[in-house]
């Protein structure tokens, strides 16, 4: 009887692990702040340890995925300015070898309101160079950064999102303003997303979500804090628009104290009207990507988990736990969603072989395979308790 709860325990730990097996880790040396995939499926890590004074270099790193031998392979590296900051958004061109960055300037030129913030680079097997910069923050305070980048998915526009409450919308290649900079004073700008036709941005700070007509800048929407518990209102993290059969969606991350659950709100983008609220994960979320066809959301916790969910349902499909050992601060799913890489400060970057199919009622097995473990328990306890 002790031979067969032994060997039930050991089918339940494997069946556990089934859907977290196919990762691995890498360690690059630097934080991590930001991760992305390029069309051909190389992997972009950048990171470092800021201006000047921490000793750790700033870096862009281009690597090779070897999916059979699970590590990634070197390809090109770009060292950075040591009085510059480190590179803390990414965006890869939809279409091209181009990539744009939020990267400040040395802080005596930040102070002199010289902030080079918004950087593009082009990049091969051989080599990355920068190609132009553009400074769109109003703040000289060096403390003030550029936290999210986004082209739109024809790749014709180019957004930014800083600290100071500042979201500017540039065309691609000139980096000329398309719209007047908007200013939210008092917001730090957490994330923003084009809609799949480029018509609209959503950009959230803790306090408020936004809709903006990309064309005029124009804000059409304004929506608060939702409270969730009846009791306080939560705050936004993240926004992702749907992308395919699921465009019509509007993605939020909205996070509570440590003792709240972080909810996904989806939201109509016709009435922008909430339609659906879920918990994903015991821990507030830090970071959330959609996968290029808009079925997968993945999003990375507090709790060192990253999750993947279906976009329809937001049901867990996979989850990988101690992803990290310290907070995720990006991840990016490539072109066919068959990889998805988080990095984080803990100087790694986890990459994720994502299958083709998930099992269904993945929860539902977990349950009753439990019971059945416990049943067996309590019979090898009726068992010994017998024989003595």
């Given at each position: 009887?002790?031979?067969?709860?032994?060997?039930?325990?050991?089918?339940?730990?494997?069946?556990?692990?089934?859907?977290?097996?196919?990762?691995?880790?890498?360690?690059?040396?630097?934080?991590?702040?930001?991760?992305?995939?390029?069309?051909?499926?190389?992997?972009?890590?950048?990171?470092?340890?800021?201006?000047?004074?921490?000793?750790?270099?700033?870096?862009?790193?281009?690597?090779?995925?070897?999916?059979?031998?699970?590590?990634?392979?070197?390809?090109?590296?770009?060292?950075?300015?040591?009085?510059?900051?480190?590179?803390?958004?990414?965006?890869?061109?939809?279409?091209?070898?181009?990539?744009?960055?939020?990267?400040?300037?040395?802080?005596?030129?930040?102070?002199?309101?010289?902030?080079?913030?918004?950087?593009?680079?082009?990049?091969?097997?051989?080599?990355?160079?920068?190609?132009?910069?553009?400074?769109?923050?109003?703040?000289?305070?060096?403390?003030?950064?550029?936290?999210?980048?986004?082209?739109?998915?024809?790749?014709?526009?180019?957004?930014?999102?800083?600290?100071?409450?500042?979201?500017?919308?540039?065309?691609?290649?000139?980096?000329?303003?398309?719209?007047?900079?908007?200013?939210?004073?008092?917001?730090?700008?957490?994330?923003?997303?084009?809609?799949?036709?480029?018509?609209?941005?959503?950009?959230?700070?803790?306090?408020?979500?936004?809709?903006?007509?990309?064309?005029?800048?124009?804000?059409?929407?304004?929506?608060?804090?939702?409270?969730?518990?009846?009791?306080?209102?939560?705050?936004?993290?993240?926004?992702?628009?749907?992308?395919?059969?699921?465009?019509?969606?509007?993605?939020?991350?909205?996070?509570?104290?440590?003792?709240?659950?972080?909810?996904?709100?989806?939201w109509s983008t016709t009435t922008w009207t909430r339609v659906r609220t879920l918990a994903v994960g015991p821990r507030p979320i830090t970071a959330c990507t959609i996968s290029s066809d808009g079925k997968l959301i993945a999003f990375g916790s507090s709790d060192m988990y990253v999750r993947i969910c279906s976009s329809k349902t937001l049901q867990v499909l996979m989850?990988?736990?101690?992803?990290?050992?310290?907070?995720?601060?990006?991840?990016?799913?490539?072109?066919?969603?068959?990889?998805?890489?988080?990095?984080?400060?803990?100087?790694?970057?986890?990459?994720?072989?994502?299958?083709?199919?998930?099992?269904?009622?993945?929860?539902?097995?977990?349950?009753?395979?439990?019971?059945?473990?416990?049943?067996?328990?309590?019979?090898?306890?009726?068992?010994?308790?017998?024989?003595?």
């Amino acid at each position: 009887m002790l031979q067969l709860l032994l060997a039930f325990a050991v089918s339940l730990h494997s069946y556990t692990l089934h859907n977290t097996m196919a990762t691995f880790s890498y360690s690059v040396g630097i934080p991590i702040f930001c991760v992305g995939f390029t069309n051909d499926d190389n992997l972009i890590l950048a990171g470092g340890g800021g201006a000047g004074r921490s000793g750790v270099q700033n870096k862009i790193n281009i690597y090779r995925v070897d999916r059979t031998n699970r590590t990634l392979l070197p390809l090109v590296e770009k060292q950075l300015n040591r009085e510059e900051d480190a590179p803390m958004s990414l965006s890869v061109h939809p279409k091209e070898s181009t990539m744009a960055f939020g990267i400040n300037s040395a802080i005596n030129k930040i102070e002199a309101g010289e902030n080079e913030n918004c950087r593009i680079f082009q990049f091969s097997d051989e080599r990355i160079e920068p190609v132009h910069n553009k400074g769109t923050l109003a703040s000289k305070n060096p403390d003030d950064y550029q936290r999210v980048t986004r082209f739109s998915m024809d790749g014709t526009k180019l957004a930014t999102g800083g600290t100071d409450g500042v979201l500017a919308l540039l065309k691609y290649p000139t980096l000329t303003p398309v719209m007047p900079v908007t200013q939210f004073k008092g917001h730090d700008i957490l994330d923003l997303d084009f809609s799949e036709n480029g018509s609209h941005i959503a950009a959230v700070s803790a306090q408020n979500l936004w809709i903006i007509a990309a064309g005029t800048g124009r804000v059409l929407e304004v929506i608060t804090n939702p409270v969730l518990n009846k009791k306080k209102p939560f705050e936004f993290r993240t926004c992702r628009f749907g992308r395919g059969a699921f465009a019509n969606i509007l993605y939020t991350v909205v996070n509570g104290d440590k003792s709240q659950k972080p909810f996904v709100c989806m939201w109509s983008t016709t009435t922008w009207t909430r339609v659906r609220t879920l918990a994903v994960g015991p821990r507030p979320i830090t970071a959330c990507t959609i996968s290029s066809d808009g079925k997968l959301i993945a999003f990375g916790s507090s709790d060192m988990y990253v999750r993947i969910c279906s976009s329809k349902t937001l049901q867990v499909l996979m989850a990988v736990p101690r992803a990290h050992v310290l907070p995720i601060t990006s991840l990016a799913f490539n072109k066919d969603a068959s990889l998805l890489a988080s990095g984080s400060v803990d100087a790694t970057c986890h990459v994720i072989l994502v299958p083709k199919t998930f099992p269904k009622n993945n929860s539902f097995v977990m349950l009753v395979l439990a019971l059945l473990f416990l049943f067996l328990a309590a019979l090898v306890q009726i068992y010994q308790t017998y024989e003595l």
